[in-house]
C-alpha cells in the first residue's frame, strides 16, 4: 500500500516536473493559467484523493517530503538520497512514506521558483500531513524558509548539500539542522600538483548558472596560494564547444580543475557531471575535481566527499527531529571529511604514478589483469589441463607399458617360431637324412670307382671326367639339400618383402618332397595363382605350408599307399591370393573343427598341438586369414594373404608333380 501512495504522489512530482521543462518557453501569463486550469480541472480531485489514500494507507506513517533545489536525478542526489531513505528505514521505528518536489532552480534560475510554484505546492499539500521535510541545496532552503509559516510550520526540517560558507551566514540564524557542503578544492590541488609536480598551468572550469559561479569563487580561494607558481586561466562564460577546444590544445604538463557547469553563456543546461564526460574525452590535459559521481566518468583525482555519509548523516539530524517530541534546536553536523580518490583508467591514460597519490587514496576502476577477473574460470582451466596432463602421462605410461609388452610377446613370438621350426626340422630329419645320404653314398661310390680306375693304370680321361661330374652334381644336390634347410632354420628377424607365393609353395615341397617319398605320399602343386606376390616374410609363410602339409600326411598315414594324396594349390580370390592344402585322409571330427587352431589342441599321441596355433598368428600378422574345413573325404586348410598390389607382374601357371 505504501508502495500504491507513493506510486500516484510520483505521477504528480512527473506532472509539475514536465510544467517546469515547459516553463521557460511559454509566457509568463501561460506559466501562472496553465498549472491553476490543469489544478482546478482535474489535478486536484486526483491530488486530494492520492493524499487520501496516502493518509489511509500509513495511519502512523511519518511523511517526508523531500524538496530538491536541484535536479533530484543528478548522480550524487540519487547517491546521497538511497543512503538517506536506507539509513532512515534501518534506524526508525515507524513506516515512512517519502514524498518528492523537485525545483530545478539551479538549471533554471531561482526566478524558477515562482510564488505561483509555492501555491500549487500549498494546494497539493493542504490536507497531507507533512512530518519532516528533507531541503536538498540551498534554492529549497530559501524556497523552504520563504513559505514554511504557510506550508509546514511544525515539520521537521533539515537540509543538506548547502555550502558550509551559505549554511554560516544566513541558515544557522533560521534556526536549521541540517549537513553542510565544503568544496575541498585546496586538497584537490595537492592531489593534483603531487601527480603533477611539472605543471605550470592550470585551467580553472565552470559553468554560468550561480552554483557553477559560486564553485569558482570557491575553486579560486584554494587557487590563491599557488598564484605566481603556476599560469591560471578561467574558462567559464564560454559554450560547451568552445572549452573542449580549448583543452585539446592543452597539455599533460596543464592541471585541469572542473568545478561545476549547470549552464553556458547561452543559457543552455546540463548536468555537471555529463559535461565533464564530453570535455574529459577531448581534453589533452588530467582534470581534477571534488564531487564523488565524477571520478569513474572522467576525473583523473579529487578530495572527495563520501555521498553515503552525508546521506546518513542527514538520516541521523532527521530520525532525531521526528523522535523528538519538542523539535530540535538547529543542529549542523560537519560534512564527510574529503578523501583522495582516483580513477586508474585515466591515471593510465595521462601516464601518471599512481605511487604519487597520498597514502590510502581510493583508487577505483583498476583494470584487473585476465588472471584476476576470470580467475575461477583460469582456476578450471588449469585444473582440466593438470588433469588432462595426468591423464596423457598415464596414457603415456600404459602404451610404453603396452610396447614392453608386445615386444617381449613378439621376441617370444619369435623364439617360438623358432622352435617349432626346429620341431619341423626333426620331424623332417628321417627324410633329410636320407636326402643327404643319397649324394653322399653316390659320392663315394663314384670316387671309389674312380680310385679303381687309376689304381687298374687304365687311365680313361673320358670316364674319369664323367665320374668327377657325377661327384659334383651329387655334392650339389646334397649342399641343395642343406642349403634349403638352413634357410628355414636359421634365426632371422621377420621380414616385410615382396614374393611369390607361388615361389614359396614350389620351395616349401622341395623340402618336403624327400619326406613324401619316404611316407609314400603323392605330393601335388598346382600353381594357379597369376598374381601369387604377397608382402611379407616368406620363411614365415613357408612354415606354416609345411606344417598344413605335414599334417595332411599324418592324416594320410593310415590310407593304402596309392591313396595317400595330398595336392597344395596357389589360386587368385578376390581377397588375395590363397593357398589350400588338401588332403584324402581322416578328416577331422565336427566337434574337433572349432578348436583346432587352439594352442595345444591336439590329437595326436606325440603332437604339440602348438602348429595350428603358431600359423593363424603368423598368417594374421600377414594381414591374412586361415581356415579349415571338412570334406566329404579328408580335410582342407586354406589360406589367404592380401596381393601386393595391382600391377604385379603375371605368373605362369603351372603343375608340379614330384
Ligand atoms: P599337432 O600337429 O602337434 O597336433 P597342430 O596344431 O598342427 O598340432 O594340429 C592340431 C590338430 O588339428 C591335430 O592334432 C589334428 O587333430 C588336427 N588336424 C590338423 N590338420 C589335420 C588334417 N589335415 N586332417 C585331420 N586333422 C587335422
Given at each position: 500500500m505504501r508502495q500504491q501512495a507513493r506510486g500516484k504522489w510520483r505521477g504528480l512530482v512527473y506532472i509539475a516536473a514536465s510544467m517546469r521543462l515547459l516553463r521557460p518557453f511559454l509566457s509568463p501569463l501561460l506559466r501562472w493559467l496553465l498549472p491553476a486550469v490543469l489544478c482546478s480541472s482535474q489535478l486536484v480531485p486526483g491530488i486530494v484523493a492520492a493524499q487520501e489514500r496516502a493518509g489511509r494507507t500509513a495511519e502512523d506513517a511519518a511523511h517526508i517530503l523531500v524538496i530538491n533545489g536541484?535536479?533530484?536525478?543528478l548522480p550524487a542526489f540519487v547517491a546521497i538520497d538511497s543512503a538517506m531513505r536506507a539509513a532512515v528505514e534501518q534506524r526508525f521505528d515507524r513506516p515512512v512514506v517519502w514524498l518528492y518536489e523537485t525545483?530545478?532552480?539551479?538549471?533554471?534560475?531561482?526566478?524558477?521558483?515562482?510564488p505561483q510554484l509555492a501555491e500549487l505546492i500549498a494546494h497539493k499539500y493542504s490536507d497531507a500531513r507533512i512530518d519532516a521535510i528533507v531541503l536538498v541545496a540551498e534554492p529549497a532552503v530559501d524556497f523552504y524558509l520563504r513559505h514554511r509559516e504557510r506550508l509546514w510550520p511544525k515539520a521537521v526540517a533539515v537540509f543538506h548539500s548547502v555550502s558550509s560558507e551559505v549554511v554560516r551566514r544566513r541558515f544557522t540564524v533560521a534556526g536549521l539542522s541540517g549537513v553542510p557542503f565544503v568544496s575541498d578544492y585546496a586538497q584537490t590541488l595537492r592531489i593534483a600538483f603531487a601527480l603533477q609536480p611539472e605543471a605550470r598551468r592550470l585551467v580553472v572550469v565552470a559553468g554560468t548558472a550561480d552554483f557553477d559561479q559560486r564553485e569558482l569563487a570557491e575553486a579560486r580561494e584554494a587557487l590563491r596560494q599557488y598564484v605566481g607558481r603556476v599560469q591560471v586561466e578561467h574558462l567559464s562564460g564560454l559554450s560547451l564547444s568552445a572549452m573542449a577546444e580549448r583543452l585539446a590544445r592543452e597539455s599533460t604538463d596543464t592541471i585541469a580543475l572542473y568545478t561545476t557547469v549547470f549552464r553556458d553563456d547561452q543559457g543552455r543546461v546540463y548536468t555537471p557531471v555529463e559535461v565533464l564526460e564530453r570535455l574529459s574525452a577531448a581534453s589533452a590535459a588530467p582534470m581534477y575535481g571534488i564531487f564523488d559521481s565524477m571520478i569513474g566518468r572522467g576525473l583523473v583525482a579529487g578530495a572527495i566527499e563520501s555521498f553515503r555519509l552525508r546521506g546518513e548523516r542527514t538520516a541521523d539530524l532527521l530520525v532525531r527531529g521526528l523522535q523528538a517530541a519538542a523539535p530540535l534546536g538547529p543542529r549542523i553536523l560537519p560534512p564527510p571529511v574529503s578523501e583522495c580518490a582516483a580513477d586508474a583508467r585515466q591515471l593510465k591514460r595521462f601516464g601518471?604514478?599512481?605511487?604519487?597519490?597520498?597514502?590510502g587514496c581510493d583508487v577505483r576502476?583498476?583494470?584487473?589483469g585476465l588472471l584476476e577477473r576470470y580467475w575461477w574460470q583460469t582456476l578450471l582451466v588449469l585444473l582440466a589441463l593438470a588433469v588432462q596432463s595426468v591423464l596423457i602421462a598415464l596414457l603415456l605410461l600404459q602404451s610404453r607399458q603396452r610396447s614392453a609388452d608386445e615386444f617381449s610377446l613378439q621376441s617370444q613370438r619369435v623364439q617360438l617360431l623358432h622352435a617349432s621350426r626346429l620341431a619341423v626340422a626333426g620331424e623332417l630329419t628321417a627324410s633329410i637324412a636320407h636326402e643327404i645320404n643319397q649324394p653322399l653314398g653316390a659320392i663315394l661310390s663314384n670316387a671309389d670307382a674312380a680310385e679303381m680306375l687309376v689304381e687298374s693304370g687304365q687311365m680313361q680321361r673320358e670316364e674319369l671326367l664323367q665320374i668327377l661330374g657325377d661327384i659334383r652334381r651329387d655334392d650339389l644336390r646334397a649342399s641343395e639339400v642343406i642349403k634349403r634347410l638352413r634357410a628355414l632354420l636359421a634365426r632371422h628377424d621377420t621380414e616385410r618383402r615382396r614374393f611369390s607365393l607361388n615361389r614359396a609353395v614350389e620351395d616349401t615341397a622341395a623340402v618336403l618332397r624327400p619326406e613324401a617319398r619316404r611316407r609314400a605320399v603323392t605330393l601335388d602343386l598346382v600353381l594357379g595363382a597369376r598374381r601369387a606376390d604377397v608382402i611379407g616374410d616368406a620363411v614365415q609363410i613357408q612354415q606354416v605350408i609345411i606344417n598344413l602339409v605335414l599334417n595332411a600326411f599324418d592324416a594320410s598315414a593310415e590310407l593304402a599307399e596309392d591313396a595317400r594324396r595330398v595336392r597344395v594349390e596357389t589360386s587368385d580370390t578376390p581377397s588375395g591370393v590363397q593357398v589350400s592344402v588338401r588332403d584324402f585322409g581322416i578328416g577331422i571330427a565336427p566337434a574337433d573343427l572349432p578348436r583346432v587352431f587352439d594352442s595345444f589342441f591336439s590329437t595326436k599321441r606325440s603332437g604339440m598341438g602348438l602348429g595350428l596355433s603358431i600359423g593363424r598368428s603368423i598368417v594374421e600378422a600377414h594381414g591374412g586369414t586361415i581356415a579349415a574345413a571338412r570334406c566329404e573325404v579328408g580335410a582342407e586348410f586354406r589360406i589367404i594373404l592380401p596381393r601386393a598390389s595391382q600391377d604385379d607382374r603375371p605368373e605362369q601357371p603351372s603343375t608340379q608333380t614330384p
Amino acid at each position: 500500500m505504501r508502495q500504491q501512495a507513493r506510486g500516484k504522489w510520483r505521477g504528480l512530482v512527473y506532472i509539475a516536473a514536465s510544467m517546469r521543462l515547459l516553463r521557460p518557453f511559454l509566457s509568463p501569463l501561460l506559466r501562472w493559467l496553465l498549472p491553476a486550469v490543469l489544478c482546478s480541472s482535474q489535478l486536484v480531485p486526483g491530488i486530494v484523493a492520492a493524499q487520501e489514500r496516502a493518509g489511509r494507507t500509513a495511519e502512523d506513517a511519518a511523511h517526508i517530503l523531500v524538496i530538491n533545489g536541484a535536479d533530484a536525478y543528478l548522480p550524487a542526489f540519487v547517491a546521497i538520497d538511497s543512503a538517506m531513505r536506507a539509513a532512515v528505514e534501518q534506524r526508525f521505528d515507524r513506516p515512512v512514506v517519502w514524498l518528492y518536489e523537485t525545483l530545478d532552480a539551479l538549471r533554471f534560475g531561482a526566478d524558477a521558483v515562482s510564488p505561483q510554484l509555492a501555491e500549487l505546492i500549498a494546494h497539493k499539500y493542504s490536507d497531507a500531513r507533512i512530518d519532516a521535510i528533507v531541503l536538498v541545496a540551498e534554492p529549497a532552503v530559501d524556497f523552504y524558509l520563504r513559505h514554511r509559516e504557510r506550508l509546514w510550520p511544525k515539520a521537521v526540517a533539515v537540509f543538506h548539500s548547502v555550502s558550509s560558507e551559505v549554511v554560516r551566514r544566513r541558515f544557522t540564524v533560521a534556526g536549521l539542522s541540517g549537513v553542510p557542503f565544503v568544496s575541498d578544492y585546496a586538497q584537490t590541488l595537492r592531489i593534483a600538483f603531487a601527480l603533477q609536480p611539472e605543471a605550470r598551468r592550470l585551467v580553472v572550469v565552470a559553468g554560468t548558472a550561480d552554483f557553477d559561479q559560486r564553485e569558482l569563487a570557491e575553486a579560486r580561494e584554494a587557487l590563491r596560494q599557488y598564484v605566481g607558481r603556476v599560469q591560471v586561466e578561467h574558462l567559464s562564460g564560454l559554450s560547451l564547444s568552445a572549452m573542449a577546444e580549448r583543452l585539446a590544445r592543452e597539455s599533460t604538463d596543464t592541471i585541469a580543475l572542473y568545478t561545476t557547469v549547470f549552464r553556458d553563456d547561452q543559457g543552455r543546461v546540463y548536468t555537471p557531471v555529463e559535461v565533464l564526460e564530453r570535455l574529459s574525452a577531448a581534453s589533452a590535459a588530467p582534470m581534477y575535481g571534488i564531487f564523488d559521481s565524477m571520478i569513474g566518468r572522467g576525473l583523473v583525482a579529487g578530495a572527495i566527499e563520501s555521498f553515503r555519509l552525508r546521506g546518513e548523516r542527514t538520516a541521523d539530524l532527521l530520525v532525531r527531529g521526528l523522535q523528538a517530541a519538542a523539535p530540535l534546536g538547529p543542529r549542523i553536523l560537519p560534512p564527510p571529511v574529503s578523501e583522495c580518490a582516483a580513477d586508474a583508467r585515466q591515471l593510465k591514460r595521462f601516464g601518471l604514478r599512481t605511487a604519487a597519490l597520498p597514502d590510502g587514496c581510493d583508487v577505483r576502476h583498476v583494470e584487473t589483469g585476465l588472471l584476476e577477473r576470470y580467475w575461477w574460470q583460469t582456476l578450471l582451466v588449469l585444473l582440466a589441463l593438470a588433469v588432462q596432463s595426468v591423464l596423457i602421462a598415464l596414457l603415456l605410461l600404459q602404451s610404453r607399458q603396452r610396447s614392453a609388452d608386445e615386444f617381449s610377446l613378439q621376441s617370444q613370438r619369435v623364439q617360438l617360431l623358432h622352435a617349432s621350426r626346429l620341431a619341423v626340422a626333426g620331424e623332417l630329419t628321417a627324410s633329410i637324412a636320407h636326402e643327404i645320404n643319397q649324394p653322399l653314398g653316390a659320392i663315394l661310390s663314384n670316387a671309389d670307382a674312380a680310385e679303381m680306375l687309376v689304381e687298374s693304370g687304365q687311365m680313361q680321361r673320358e670316364e674319369l671326367l664323367q665320374i668327377l661330374g657325377d661327384i659334383r652334381r651329387d655334392d650339389l644336390r646334397a649342399s641343395e639339400v642343406i642349403k634349403r634347410l638352413r634357410a628355414l632354420l636359421a634365426r632371422h628377424d621377420t621380414e616385410r618383402r615382396r614374393f611369390s607365393l607361388n615361389r614359396a609353395v614350389e620351395d616349401t615341397a622341395a623340402v618336403l618332397r624327400p619326406e613324401a617319398r619316404r611316407r609314400a605320399v603323392t605330393l601335388d602343386l598346382v600353381l594357379g595363382a597369376r598374381r601369387a606376390d604377397v608382402i611379407g616374410d616368406a620363411v614365415q609363410i613357408q612354415q606354416v605350408i609345411i606344417n598344413l602339409v605335414l599334417n595332411a600326411f599324418d592324416a594320410s598315414a593310415e590310407l593304402a599307399e596309392d591313396a595317400r594324396r595330398v595336392r597344395v594349390e596357389t589360386s587368385d580370390t578376390p581377397s588375395g591370393v590363397q593357398v589350400s592344402v588338401r588332403d584324402f585322409g581322416i578328416g577331422i571330427a565336427p566337434a574337433d573343427l572349432p578348436r583346432v587352431f587352439d594352442s595345444f589342441f591336439s590329437t595326436k599321441r606325440s603332437g604339440m598341438g602348438l602348429g595350428l596355433s603358431i600359423g593363424r598368428s603368423i598368417v594374421e600378422a600377414h594381414g591374412g586369414t586361415i581356415a579349415a574345413a571338412r570334406c566329404e573325404v579328408g580335410a582342407e586348410f586354406r589360406i589367404i594373404l592380401p596381393r601386393a598390389s595391382q600391377d604385379d607382374r603375371p605368373e605362369q601357371p603351372s603343375t608340379q608333380t614330384p
